[in-house]
T-cell receptor, first 115, second 114 residues
Protein backbone atom coordinates (compact mmCIF):
# COMPACT_ATOMS: atom_id res chain seq x y z
CA UNK A 1 0.00 0.00 0.00
CA UNK A 2 0.97 3.66 -0.24
CA UNK A 3 0.09 6.72 1.78
CA UNK A 4 -0.44 9.80 -0.37
CA UNK A 5 -0.62 13.36 0.90
CA UNK A 6 -1.98 16.17 -1.22
CA UNK A 7 -1.79 19.90 -0.64
CA UNK A 8 -3.85 22.02 -0.64
CA UNK A 9 -6.91 20.03 0.36
CA UNK A 10 -9.12 22.81 -0.94
CA UNK A 11 -8.78 26.30 -2.30
CA UNK A 12 -10.84 29.08 -3.77
CA UNK A 13 -9.16 30.78 -6.69
CA UNK A 14 -9.79 33.74 -8.91
CA UNK A 15 -10.29 33.41 -12.63
CA UNK A 16 -7.06 33.76 -14.59
CA UNK A 17 -4.75 32.68 -11.78
CA UNK A 18 -2.77 29.45 -11.49
CA UNK A 19 -2.53 26.97 -8.65
CA UNK A 20 -0.02 24.21 -7.99
CA UNK A 21 -1.08 21.02 -6.25
CA UNK A 22 1.52 18.93 -4.49
CA UNK A 23 1.49 15.18 -4.08
CA UNK A 24 3.81 13.35 -1.70
CA UNK A 25 4.03 9.56 -1.47
CA UNK A 26 5.51 7.65 1.44
CA UNK A 27 7.38 5.25 -0.84
CA UNK A 28 9.15 5.34 -4.17
CA UNK A 29 6.85 4.75 -7.11
CA UNK A 30 7.48 4.68 -10.83
CA UNK A 31 4.19 6.00 -12.10
CA UNK A 32 2.01 8.71 -10.64
CA UNK A 33 -1.32 9.68 -12.08
CA UNK A 34 -3.32 12.88 -11.96
CA UNK A 35 -7.09 12.63 -12.25
CA UNK A 36 -9.85 15.21 -12.39
CA UNK A 37 -13.22 14.52 -10.81
CA UNK A 38 -15.89 17.08 -11.51
CA UNK A 39 -18.65 17.33 -8.90
CA UNK A 40 -20.64 14.12 -8.67
CA UNK A 41 -18.92 12.64 -11.68
CA UNK A 42 -16.37 10.02 -12.57
CA UNK A 43 -12.61 10.26 -12.69
CA UNK A 44 -10.88 11.41 -15.84
CA UNK A 45 -7.17 10.80 -16.26
CA UNK A 46 -5.28 14.02 -16.99
CA UNK A 47 -1.77 12.65 -17.32
CA UNK A 48 0.75 10.08 -16.19
CA UNK A 49 3.86 11.46 -14.52
CA UNK A 50 7.01 9.38 -14.81
CA UNK A 51 10.19 10.34 -13.03
CA UNK A 52 12.89 11.51 -15.39
CA UNK A 53 10.69 12.00 -18.42
CA UNK A 54 7.93 14.25 -19.69
CA UNK A 55 4.43 13.54 -18.49
CA UNK A 56 2.10 11.75 -20.87
CA UNK A 57 -1.16 13.64 -21.36
CA UNK A 58 -4.53 12.17 -22.26
CA UNK A 59 -6.66 13.45 -25.07
CA UNK A 60 -8.17 16.80 -24.20
CA UNK A 61 -5.45 17.80 -21.76
CA UNK A 62 -2.36 19.80 -22.70
CA UNK A 63 0.87 20.65 -20.98
CA UNK A 64 0.36 24.40 -21.22
CA UNK A 65 -2.83 24.15 -19.19
CA UNK A 66 -1.73 21.39 -16.80
CA UNK A 67 2.06 21.41 -16.43
CA UNK A 68 3.37 18.57 -14.30
CA UNK A 69 6.65 18.12 -12.52
CA UNK A 70 8.11 14.86 -11.24
CA UNK A 71 11.47 15.66 -9.67
CA UNK A 72 11.87 12.35 -7.83
CA UNK A 73 10.19 9.03 -7.13
CA UNK A 74 8.08 10.29 -4.19
CA UNK A 75 6.82 13.68 -5.32
CA UNK A 76 4.88 15.34 -8.12
CA UNK A 77 3.09 18.60 -8.75
CA UNK A 78 0.20 19.51 -11.02
CA UNK A 79 -0.40 23.14 -11.94
CA UNK A 80 -3.77 24.30 -13.16
CA UNK A 81 -2.98 27.36 -15.25
CA UNK A 82 -5.08 30.36 -16.19
CA UNK A 83 -8.05 28.95 -14.34
CA UNK A 84 -11.67 29.41 -15.34
CA UNK A 85 -14.82 28.32 -13.49
CA UNK A 86 -14.87 25.19 -15.68
CA UNK A 87 -11.71 24.07 -13.87
CA UNK A 88 -13.60 23.78 -10.60
CA UNK A 89 -13.08 20.15 -9.71
CA UNK A 90 -11.43 17.74 -7.37
CA UNK A 91 -7.93 16.89 -8.52
CA UNK A 92 -6.66 13.52 -7.37
CA UNK A 93 -3.14 12.20 -7.21
CA UNK A 94 -2.83 8.46 -7.53
CA UNK A 95 -0.12 5.84 -7.62
CA UNK A 96 -0.15 2.32 -8.89
CA UNK A 97 0.38 -0.69 -6.70
CA UNK A 98 2.14 -2.29 -9.62
CA UNK A 99 1.75 -2.43 -13.39
CA UNK A 100 0.79 -6.09 -13.27
CA UNK A 101 -1.96 -5.59 -10.69
CA UNK A 102 -3.35 -2.19 -11.59
CA UNK A 103 -4.54 -1.33 -8.10
CA UNK A 104 -4.56 2.41 -7.49
CA UNK A 105 -3.98 4.28 -4.25
CA UNK A 106 -5.38 7.78 -4.00
CA UNK A 107 -4.70 10.94 -2.13
CA UNK A 108 -7.56 12.75 -0.44
CA UNK A 109 -7.86 15.12 -3.36
CA UNK A 110 -7.62 18.86 -3.82
CA UNK A 111 -10.97 20.57 -4.21
CA UNK A 112 -10.61 23.70 -6.31
CA UNK A 113 -13.31 26.31 -6.73
CA UNK A 114 -12.70 28.97 -9.35
CA UNK A 115 -14.71 32.16 -9.09
CA UNK B 1 -10.39 1.89 -26.03
CA UNK B 2 -12.27 0.55 -23.07
CA UNK B 3 -15.60 1.74 -21.77
CA UNK B 4 -17.11 1.07 -18.37
CA UNK B 5 -20.82 1.51 -17.77
CA UNK B 6 -22.58 1.74 -14.44
CA UNK B 7 -26.28 1.95 -15.18
CA UNK B 8 -27.44 2.82 -11.67
CA UNK B 9 -26.61 6.43 -10.74
CA UNK B 10 -28.17 6.05 -7.30
CA UNK B 11 -29.26 3.19 -5.11
CA UNK B 12 -30.42 2.75 -1.55
CA UNK B 13 -30.64 -0.21 0.79
CA UNK B 14 -31.81 -0.83 4.31
CA UNK B 15 -29.21 -1.57 6.90
CA UNK B 16 -28.44 -5.32 7.13
CA UNK B 17 -29.92 -5.98 3.70
CA UNK B 18 -28.07 -7.03 0.54
CA UNK B 19 -27.56 -4.82 -2.50
CA UNK B 20 -26.00 -5.43 -5.91
CA UNK B 21 -24.34 -2.74 -7.99
CA UNK B 22 -24.06 -3.33 -11.73
CA UNK B 23 -21.14 -2.76 -14.04
CA UNK B 24 -20.54 -3.70 -17.65
CA UNK B 25 -17.49 -3.03 -19.74
CA UNK B 26 -16.36 -3.28 -23.30
CA UNK B 27 -12.88 -4.29 -24.37
CA UNK B 28 -10.96 -6.30 -26.92
CA UNK B 29 -8.18 -6.99 -24.44
CA UNK B 30 -7.62 -10.41 -22.89
CA UNK B 31 -5.31 -9.34 -20.10
CA UNK B 32 -6.97 -7.02 -17.63
CA UNK B 33 -8.15 -6.50 -14.09
CA UNK B 34 -11.43 -5.19 -12.76
CA UNK B 35 -11.90 -3.22 -9.60
CA UNK B 36 -14.53 -1.72 -7.38
CA UNK B 37 -13.49 1.41 -5.51
CA UNK B 38 -15.39 3.17 -2.74
CA UNK B 39 -15.40 6.94 -2.21
CA UNK B 40 -17.14 7.89 1.06
CA UNK B 41 -18.45 11.45 1.36
CA UNK B 42 -15.53 13.87 1.65
CA UNK B 43 -13.06 11.04 2.06
CA UNK B 44 -10.50 9.44 -0.15
CA UNK B 45 -11.10 6.65 -2.59
CA UNK B 46 -10.16 3.17 -1.46
CA UNK B 47 -10.11 -0.24 -3.08
CA UNK B 48 -13.01 -2.55 -2.24
CA UNK B 49 -12.27 -5.61 -4.33
CA UNK B 50 -10.23 -6.78 -7.30
CA UNK B 51 -10.84 -9.46 -9.94
CA UNK B 52 -8.24 -10.86 -12.31
CA UNK B 53 -9.77 -11.52 -15.73
CA UNK B 54 -7.99 -14.86 -16.09
CA UNK B 55 -9.56 -16.20 -12.91
CA UNK B 56 -12.98 -17.80 -13.15
CA UNK B 57 -13.53 -17.79 -9.42
CA UNK B 58 -15.35 -14.73 -8.17
CA UNK B 59 -13.42 -12.56 -5.73
CA UNK B 60 -14.69 -12.16 -2.18
CA UNK B 61 -13.65 -9.78 0.58
CA UNK B 62 -15.68 -10.25 3.75
CA UNK B 63 -19.15 -8.77 3.03
CA UNK B 64 -18.18 -7.81 -0.51
CA UNK B 65 -18.27 -10.21 -3.43
CA UNK B 66 -18.41 -9.95 -7.19
CA UNK B 67 -20.24 -11.76 -9.94
CA UNK B 68 -17.77 -11.78 -12.82
CA UNK B 69 -19.22 -12.92 -16.14
CA UNK B 70 -16.37 -12.59 -18.61
CA UNK B 71 -18.28 -13.57 -21.73
CA UNK B 72 -21.01 -11.09 -20.91
CA UNK B 73 -18.44 -8.48 -19.85
CA UNK B 74 -20.29 -7.99 -16.59
CA UNK B 75 -18.81 -7.31 -13.17
CA UNK B 76 -21.36 -6.66 -10.43
CA UNK B 77 -20.65 -5.98 -6.76
CA UNK B 78 -22.74 -7.54 -4.02
CA UNK B 79 -22.69 -6.02 -0.55
CA UNK B 80 -24.15 -8.27 2.12
CA UNK B 81 -25.33 -7.17 5.55
CA UNK B 82 -25.11 -3.52 4.52
CA UNK B 83 -23.80 -1.11 7.13
CA UNK B 84 -24.21 2.63 7.48
CA UNK B 85 -20.51 3.02 6.75
CA UNK B 86 -21.06 1.52 3.31
CA UNK B 87 -22.73 4.76 2.26
CA UNK B 88 -20.46 6.05 -0.50
CA UNK B 89 -20.00 6.45 -4.20
CA UNK B 90 -18.84 3.21 -5.80
CA UNK B 91 -16.79 3.16 -8.97
CA UNK B 92 -16.20 0.21 -11.22
CA UNK B 93 -12.82 0.37 -12.95
CA UNK B 94 -11.12 -1.51 -15.77
CA UNK B 95 -7.36 -1.80 -15.79
CA UNK B 96 -5.65 -2.39 -19.11
CA UNK B 97 -2.45 -4.25 -18.29
CA UNK B 98 -0.86 -3.52 -21.64
CA UNK B 99 -1.51 0.21 -21.51
CA UNK B 100 -1.01 0.51 -17.75
CA UNK B 101 -4.12 2.67 -17.40
CA UNK B 102 -7.46 2.51 -15.65
CA UNK B 103 -10.87 3.51 -16.98
CA UNK B 104 -13.61 4.35 -14.51
CA UNK B 105 -17.38 4.12 -14.73
CA UNK B 106 -19.58 7.06 -13.82
CA UNK B 107 -20.19 5.74 -10.33
CA UNK B 108 -23.17 4.62 -8.26
CA UNK B 109 -24.12 6.56 -5.16
CA UNK B 110 -25.21 4.08 -2.52
CA UNK B 111 -27.12 5.17 0.56
CA UNK B 112 -27.59 2.74 3.42
CA UNK B 113 -30.65 3.65 5.45
CA UNK B 114 -31.02 2.86 9.15
Amino acid sequence: SAVISQKPSRDICQRGTSLTIQCQVDSQVTMMFWYRQQPGQSLTLIATANQGSEATYESGFVIDKFPISRPNLTFSTLTVSNMSPEDSSIYLCSVSGGRTTGELFFGEGSRLTVL
Amino acid sequence: AQTVTQSQPEMSVQEAETVTLSCTYDTSENNYYLFWYKQPPSRQMILVIRQEAYKQQNATENRFSVNFQKAAKSFSLKISDSQLGDTAMYFCAFYNTNAGKSTFGDGTTLTVKP
